[in-house]
Protein backbone atom coordinates (compact mmCIF):
# COMPACT_ATOMS: atom_id res chain seq x y z
CA UNK A 1 0.00 0.00 0.00
CA UNK A 2 2.83 2.46 1.23
CA UNK A 3 4.28 1.93 -2.16
CA UNK A 4 1.44 2.09 -4.10
CA UNK A 5 0.59 5.63 -2.63
CA UNK A 6 4.33 6.85 -3.15
CA UNK A 7 4.23 5.36 -6.91
CA UNK A 8 1.07 7.81 -6.99
CA UNK A 9 2.47 10.84 -5.63
CA UNK A 10 5.27 10.48 -7.67
CA UNK A 11 2.89 10.14 -11.02
CA UNK A 12 1.15 13.70 -9.93
CA UNK A 13 4.06 15.46 -8.81
CA UNK A 14 5.40 14.67 -12.17
CA UNK A 15 1.99 15.14 -13.78
CA UNK A 16 2.51 18.81 -11.89
CA UNK A 17 5.58 19.58 -13.32
CA UNK A 18 5.38 18.72 -16.79
CA UNK A 19 1.55 19.81 -17.06
CA UNK A 20 0.74 21.12 -20.73
CA UNK A 21 -0.76 24.52 -19.94
CA UNK A 22 -3.13 24.17 -22.51
CA UNK A 23 -4.52 21.11 -21.07
CA UNK A 24 -8.10 23.11 -20.12
CA UNK A 25 -8.73 22.13 -23.94
CA UNK A 26 -10.14 18.82 -22.52
CA UNK A 27 -12.86 20.52 -20.33
CA UNK A 28 -13.43 22.86 -23.56
CA UNK A 29 -14.21 20.29 -25.92
CA UNK A 30 -15.91 18.44 -23.32
CA UNK A 31 -18.18 21.40 -22.33
CA UNK A 32 -19.21 22.48 -26.22
CA UNK A 33 -19.89 18.87 -26.45
CA UNK A 34 -22.08 18.72 -23.65
CA UNK A 35 -24.03 21.43 -24.36
CA UNK A 36 -24.51 20.52 -27.92
CA UNK A 37 -25.80 17.60 -27.32
CA UNK A 38 -28.02 18.39 -24.51
CA UNK A 39 -29.41 21.54 -26.78
CA UNK A 40 -30.07 18.09 -29.70
CA UNK A 41 -32.01 16.20 -26.79
CA UNK A 42 -28.97 13.74 -26.27
CA UNK A 43 -29.81 14.43 -22.36
CA UNK A 44 -27.81 11.75 -21.13
CA UNK A 45 -24.81 12.32 -22.95
CA UNK A 46 -24.71 15.82 -22.32
CA UNK A 47 -25.03 14.31 -18.24
CA UNK A 48 -22.49 11.97 -18.89
CA UNK A 49 -20.41 14.46 -20.64
CA UNK A 50 -21.12 16.83 -17.30
CA UNK A 51 -19.85 14.49 -15.07
CA UNK A 52 -17.01 13.79 -16.63
CA UNK A 53 -15.83 17.37 -16.84
CA UNK A 54 -16.48 18.26 -13.14
CA UNK A 55 -13.96 15.44 -12.45
CA UNK A 56 -11.16 16.32 -15.32
CA UNK A 57 -11.76 20.13 -13.92
CA UNK A 58 -10.73 19.32 -10.36
CA UNK A 59 -7.82 17.07 -11.74
CA UNK A 60 -6.55 19.63 -13.72
CA UNK A 61 -6.71 22.31 -11.25
CA UNK A 62 -5.15 20.62 -8.48
CA UNK A 63 -2.57 20.05 -10.90
CA UNK A 64 -2.20 23.27 -11.89
CA UNK A 65 -1.95 24.62 -7.74
CA UNK A 66 0.89 22.09 -7.21
CA UNK A 67 2.53 23.12 -10.24
CA UNK A 68 1.79 26.93 -9.08
CA UNK A 69 3.29 25.92 -5.55
CA UNK A 70 6.15 23.32 -6.37
CA UNK A 71 7.10 24.32 -9.93
CA UNK A 72 6.60 28.52 -9.92
CA UNK A 73 9.98 29.18 -12.58
CA UNK A 74 7.99 26.36 -14.78
CA UNK A 75 5.03 27.84 -14.89
CA UNK A 76 6.74 31.41 -15.32
CA UNK A 77 8.96 30.60 -17.81
CA UNK A 78 5.46 28.93 -19.78
CA UNK A 79 3.55 32.16 -19.26
CA UNK A 80 6.38 34.19 -21.27
CA UNK A 81 6.77 31.83 -23.68
CA UNK A 82 5.19 32.51 -27.27
CA UNK A 83 4.45 29.07 -28.28
CA UNK A 84 2.99 27.53 -25.31
CA UNK A 85 2.09 30.91 -23.25
CA UNK A 86 -1.35 30.92 -24.98
CA UNK A 87 -1.86 27.64 -23.41
CA UNK A 88 -2.93 29.38 -20.42
CA UNK A 89 -6.02 30.93 -21.87
CA UNK A 90 -7.36 27.09 -21.99
CA UNK A 91 -8.18 27.71 -18.30
CA UNK A 92 -10.23 30.81 -18.84
CA UNK A 93 -12.16 29.45 -21.24
CA UNK A 94 -12.75 25.75 -19.67
CA UNK A 95 -13.98 27.63 -17.07
CA UNK A 96 -16.28 29.63 -18.45
CA UNK A 97 -17.40 26.98 -20.57
CA UNK A 98 -17.91 24.51 -17.55
CA UNK A 99 -19.92 27.70 -16.15
CA UNK A 100 -22.30 27.13 -19.24
CA UNK A 101 -22.06 23.94 -18.93
CA UNK A 102 -23.43 23.62 -15.85
CA UNK A 103 -26.33 26.48 -16.15
CA UNK A 104 -27.69 25.05 -19.52
CA UNK A 105 -28.25 21.43 -18.95
CA UNK A 106 -28.81 21.48 -14.78
CA UNK A 107 -30.37 25.10 -14.54
CA UNK A 108 -27.73 25.94 -11.22
CA UNK A 109 -27.75 29.71 -11.50
CA UNK A 110 -25.42 29.91 -8.35
CA UNK A 111 -23.33 27.12 -9.18
CA UNK A 112 -22.80 28.63 -12.96
CA UNK A 113 -22.51 32.26 -10.72
CA UNK A 114 -19.41 30.94 -9.18
CA UNK A 115 -17.38 29.80 -12.26
CA UNK A 116 -18.22 33.34 -13.75
CA UNK A 117 -16.81 35.34 -11.16
CA UNK A 118 -13.58 32.66 -11.15
CA UNK A 119 -13.40 32.91 -14.99
CA UNK A 120 -13.65 36.79 -14.94
CA UNK A 121 -11.01 37.13 -12.23
CA UNK A 122 -8.58 35.09 -14.42
CA UNK A 123 -9.49 36.52 -17.78
CA UNK A 124 -8.37 39.32 -16.01
CA UNK A 125 -5.25 38.09 -14.54
CA UNK A 126 -4.05 36.07 -17.50
CA UNK A 127 -5.12 37.92 -20.72
CA UNK A 128 -2.86 41.19 -19.07
CA UNK A 129 0.03 38.90 -17.34
CA UNK A 130 0.72 36.96 -20.57
CA UNK A 131 0.54 40.04 -23.16
CA UNK A 132 2.56 41.97 -20.61
CA UNK A 133 4.86 39.40 -20.73
CA UNK A 134 5.37 38.69 -24.32
CA UNK A 135 5.73 42.57 -24.86
CA UNK A 136 8.52 43.38 -22.00
CA UNK A 137 10.50 39.76 -23.33
CA UNK A 138 13.70 40.60 -24.24
CA UNK A 139 14.45 37.87 -26.88
CA UNK A 140 11.43 37.02 -29.16
CA UNK A 141 11.04 34.27 -31.68
CA UNK A 142 10.30 35.01 -35.63
CA UNK A 143 7.17 34.79 -37.06
CA UNK A 144 7.50 31.36 -37.90
CA UNK A 145 8.18 29.91 -34.41
CA UNK A 146 6.57 32.14 -32.19
CA UNK A 147 3.03 32.14 -33.76
CA UNK A 148 0.69 29.48 -34.14
CA UNK A 149 -3.34 28.72 -33.80
CA UNK A 150 -2.93 28.56 -30.40
CA UNK A 151 -2.95 32.32 -29.82
CA UNK A 152 -6.48 32.14 -30.79
CA UNK A 153 -7.23 31.34 -27.45
CA UNK A 154 -6.84 34.95 -26.07
CA UNK A 155 -10.16 35.05 -28.61
CA UNK A 156 -11.95 31.78 -27.49
CA UNK A 157 -11.68 32.68 -23.98
CA UNK A 158 -13.20 36.64 -24.07
CA UNK A 159 -16.16 34.91 -25.97
CA UNK A 160 -16.47 32.10 -23.20
CA UNK A 161 -16.83 34.82 -20.88
CA UNK A 162 -19.44 36.96 -22.78
CA UNK A 163 -21.39 33.88 -23.43
CA UNK A 164 -22.10 32.73 -19.74
CA UNK A 165 -22.56 37.04 -18.83
CA UNK A 166 -25.60 36.75 -21.49
CA UNK A 167 -26.75 33.84 -20.07
CA UNK A 168 -26.79 34.19 -16.11
CA UNK A 169 -29.39 36.13 -14.27
CA UNK A 170 -28.25 38.51 -11.61
CA UNK A 171 -29.99 40.72 -9.05
CA UNK A 172 -27.70 44.43 -10.83
CA UNK A 173 -28.99 46.14 -13.59
CA UNK A 174 -29.91 43.80 -16.74
CA UNK A 175 -28.41 46.63 -19.04
CA UNK A 176 -25.13 46.63 -17.64
CA UNK A 177 -24.87 42.96 -17.70
CA UNK A 178 -25.58 42.31 -21.10
CA UNK A 179 -23.44 45.84 -22.09
CA UNK A 180 -20.67 44.12 -20.71
CA UNK A 181 -21.24 40.79 -22.58
CA UNK A 182 -21.52 43.35 -25.58
CA UNK A 183 -18.17 44.29 -24.80
CA UNK A 184 -16.33 41.53 -24.07
CA UNK A 185 -17.67 40.37 -27.61
CA UNK A 186 -16.08 43.12 -29.43
CA UNK A 187 -12.82 42.82 -27.78
CA UNK A 188 -13.00 38.44 -28.92
CA UNK A 189 -13.86 40.02 -31.79
CA UNK A 190 -10.38 42.57 -32.03
CA UNK A 191 -8.55 39.39 -30.55
CA UNK A 192 -9.69 37.02 -33.45
CA UNK A 193 -8.77 39.79 -36.54
CA UNK A 194 -5.48 40.86 -35.00
CA UNK A 195 -4.35 37.51 -34.56
CA UNK A 196 -5.70 35.19 -37.57
CA UNK A 197 -4.12 37.75 -39.86
CA UNK A 198 -0.44 37.22 -38.64
CA UNK A 199 -1.77 33.21 -38.87
CA UNK A 200 -2.91 33.44 -42.05
CA UNK A 201 0.12 34.89 -43.32
CA UNK A 202 2.07 32.58 -41.43
CA UNK A 203 0.66 29.57 -42.92
CA UNK A 204 0.72 31.13 -46.67
CA UNK A 205 3.64 32.92 -47.15
CA UNK A 206 6.57 31.31 -44.57
CA UNK A 207 7.09 27.52 -44.92
CA UNK A 208 4.90 25.06 -43.27
CA UNK A 209 5.88 21.81 -42.36
CA UNK A 210 4.19 18.61 -40.83
CA UNK A 211 6.05 19.43 -37.53
CA UNK A 212 4.81 22.84 -37.74
CA UNK A 213 0.81 22.42 -39.04
CA UNK A 214 -0.29 21.03 -35.62
CA UNK A 215 -3.80 20.58 -34.04
CA UNK A 216 -4.22 24.38 -32.71
CA UNK A 217 -4.29 25.78 -35.94
CA UNK A 218 -8.22 23.72 -35.35
CA UNK A 219 -8.54 27.15 -33.27
CA UNK A 220 -8.55 29.14 -36.44
CA UNK A 221 -12.41 27.58 -37.26
CA UNK A 222 -12.86 27.02 -33.43
CA UNK A 223 -12.19 31.04 -32.43
CA UNK A 224 -15.34 32.13 -35.07
CA UNK A 225 -17.42 28.88 -33.83
CA UNK A 226 -17.22 30.44 -30.34
CA UNK A 227 -17.70 34.15 -31.92
CA UNK A 228 -20.94 32.27 -33.77
CA UNK A 229 -22.16 31.30 -30.37
CA UNK A 230 -21.40 34.63 -28.71
CA UNK A 231 -23.29 36.56 -31.26
CA UNK A 232 -26.04 34.00 -31.12
CA UNK A 233 -26.57 34.49 -27.61
CA UNK A 234 -26.55 38.36 -27.85
CA UNK A 235 -28.90 38.41 -30.37
CA UNK A 236 -31.11 36.27 -28.51
CA UNK A 237 -31.15 38.11 -25.55
CA UNK A 238 -31.64 41.39 -27.96
CA UNK A 239 -34.85 40.17 -28.93
CA UNK A 240 -36.25 40.70 -25.02
CA UNK A 241 -35.63 44.12 -25.56
CA UNK A 242 -32.86 46.32 -23.74
CA UNK A 243 -29.76 48.29 -24.19
CA UNK A 244 -29.18 44.97 -26.96
CA UNK A 245 -31.97 45.66 -28.97
CA UNK A 246 -30.55 48.99 -31.21
CA UNK A 247 -27.30 46.51 -32.09
CA UNK A 248 -29.10 44.00 -33.24
CA UNK A 249 -28.70 44.04 -36.91
CA UNK A 250 -24.86 45.36 -36.36
CA UNK A 251 -24.69 41.78 -34.35
CA UNK A 252 -26.83 40.00 -37.15
CA UNK A 253 -24.36 40.74 -39.47
CA UNK A 254 -20.99 40.71 -37.43
CA UNK A 255 -22.31 36.86 -36.12
CA UNK A 256 -23.13 35.66 -39.67
CA UNK A 257 -19.78 36.73 -40.82
CA UNK A 258 -18.19 34.66 -38.09
CA UNK A 259 -20.09 31.88 -39.13
CA UNK A 260 -19.36 31.82 -42.10
CA UNK A 261 -15.61 31.80 -41.70
CA UNK A 262 -15.90 29.11 -39.89
CA UNK A 263 -17.82 27.36 -42.28
CA UNK A 264 -14.60 28.51 -44.70
CA UNK A 265 -11.86 27.04 -42.42
CA UNK A 266 -13.51 24.06 -41.81
CA UNK A 267 -12.82 22.01 -45.40
CA UNK A 268 -9.30 23.78 -45.87
CA UNK A 269 -8.34 22.50 -42.06
CA UNK A 270 -9.30 19.03 -43.20
CA UNK A 271 -7.53 19.28 -46.16
CA UNK A 272 -4.29 20.40 -44.50
CA UNK A 273 -4.59 17.46 -42.40
CA UNK A 274 -5.05 14.89 -44.84
CA UNK A 275 -1.99 16.71 -46.59
CA UNK A 276 -0.10 15.84 -43.05
CA UNK A 277 -1.36 12.74 -42.25
CA UNK A 278 -2.09 10.86 -45.84
CA UNK A 279 0.49 12.27 -48.03
CA UNK A 280 3.10 12.81 -45.78
CA UNK A 281 2.49 10.13 -43.90
CA UNK A 282 2.92 11.96 -40.14
CA UNK A 283 2.16 9.82 -37.70
CA UNK A 284 -1.06 10.27 -35.53
CA UNK A 285 -0.12 9.82 -31.32
CA UNK A 286 -1.57 11.23 -28.84
CA UNK A 287 -0.54 15.30 -27.17
CA UNK A 288 -2.87 17.34 -25.24
CA UNK A 289 -3.10 19.68 -27.97
CA UNK A 290 -5.35 16.88 -29.92
CA UNK A 291 -8.20 18.48 -27.98
CA UNK A 292 -8.10 21.66 -29.84
CA UNK A 293 -9.50 19.50 -33.16
CA UNK A 294 -12.77 18.61 -30.68
CA UNK A 295 -13.52 22.22 -29.71
CA UNK A 296 -13.75 23.77 -33.02
CA UNK A 297 -16.02 20.76 -34.01
CA UNK A 298 -18.31 20.60 -31.04
CA UNK A 299 -18.69 24.47 -30.50
CA UNK A 300 -19.51 24.62 -34.50
CA UNK A 301 -22.03 22.30 -34.02
CA UNK A 302 -23.29 24.35 -30.87
CA UNK A 303 -22.67 27.89 -32.97
CA UNK A 304 -24.82 27.04 -35.97
CA UNK A 305 -27.65 25.47 -33.52
CA UNK A 306 -28.04 28.95 -32.02
CA UNK A 307 -27.29 31.16 -35.30
CA UNK A 308 -30.20 28.89 -36.62
CA UNK A 309 -32.78 29.74 -33.60
CA UNK A 310 -31.25 33.57 -33.64
CA UNK A 311 -32.12 34.27 -37.07
CA UNK A 312 -35.33 32.12 -37.57
CA UNK A 313 -34.02 29.74 -40.18
CA UNK A 314 -34.70 26.14 -39.52
CA UNK A 315 -32.77 24.67 -42.24
CA UNK A 316 -29.37 25.62 -40.86
CA UNK A 317 -30.35 22.77 -38.09
CA UNK A 318 -29.19 20.04 -40.87
CA UNK A 319 -25.68 21.04 -39.94
CA UNK A 320 -25.61 20.42 -36.06
CA UNK A 321 -27.58 16.80 -36.82
CA UNK A 322 -24.76 16.06 -38.58
CA UNK A 323 -21.88 17.65 -37.33
CA UNK A 324 -22.75 16.03 -33.47
CA UNK A 325 -22.01 12.84 -34.42
CA UNK A 326 -18.51 13.58 -35.60
CA UNK A 327 -18.05 15.66 -32.79
CA UNK A 328 -18.93 12.83 -30.22
CA UNK A 329 -16.91 10.08 -32.30
CA UNK A 330 -13.93 12.57 -32.07
CA UNK A 331 -14.42 13.13 -28.31
CA UNK A 332 -14.22 9.60 -28.05
CA UNK A 333 -11.51 8.88 -30.57
CA UNK A 334 -9.34 11.61 -28.60
CA UNK A 335 -10.33 10.31 -24.70
CA UNK A 336 -9.45 6.87 -25.31
CA UNK A 337 -6.52 7.95 -26.75
CA UNK A 338 -5.78 10.07 -23.61
CA UNK A 339 -6.42 7.31 -21.42
CA UNK A 340 -4.42 4.81 -23.34
CA UNK A 341 -1.54 6.97 -23.02
CA UNK A 342 -1.77 7.65 -19.29
CA UNK A 343 -2.07 4.05 -19.06
CA UNK A 344 1.35 3.89 -19.93
CA UNK A 345 2.75 6.86 -17.79
CA UNK A 346 1.21 5.41 -14.62
CA UNK A 347 1.89 1.59 -14.71
CA UNK A 348 2.36 0.87 -10.99
CA UNK A 349 5.42 -1.29 -10.53
CA UNK A 350 4.46 -5.33 -9.08
CA UNK A 351 5.77 -6.35 -5.84
Given at each position: ???????????????A?????????????T??????????E?????????M??????????????I???R??????G?????????????I?????????????????????????????????????????????????????????G?W???A??????????????W???T???????????L??????????????????F????V?????P??????????AT???????????????????????L??????????????P??V????????????????????????????????????????????????????M?????????????S??????????????
Amino acid sequence: MWRLLKHSAGVANHAAAELFPGYFAVIMATGATSIASYLLELRLMAIALLMANLLAYGILCLLTLIRLVRYPKRLVGDMIDHARGPGFFTIVAGTCILGTQLYIVTGNDALAAMFWWIGVTLWFVIMYLFFIAVTTRAEKPNLSSGINGAWLLAAVSTHSVSILTALLPWSGSTDLRLFFAMCMFLIGCMLYLAIITLIFYRLTFLKVTVESLTPPYWINMGAVAIATLAGSTLILRANEGGILADFQPFLLGFTVFFWATASWWFPLLVGLMLWRHLIRRHRIVYEPQLWSMVFPLAMYTTGTLRLSAALNIPFLMRIPELMIWLALLAWIATSASMFHHFSRLARIPRA
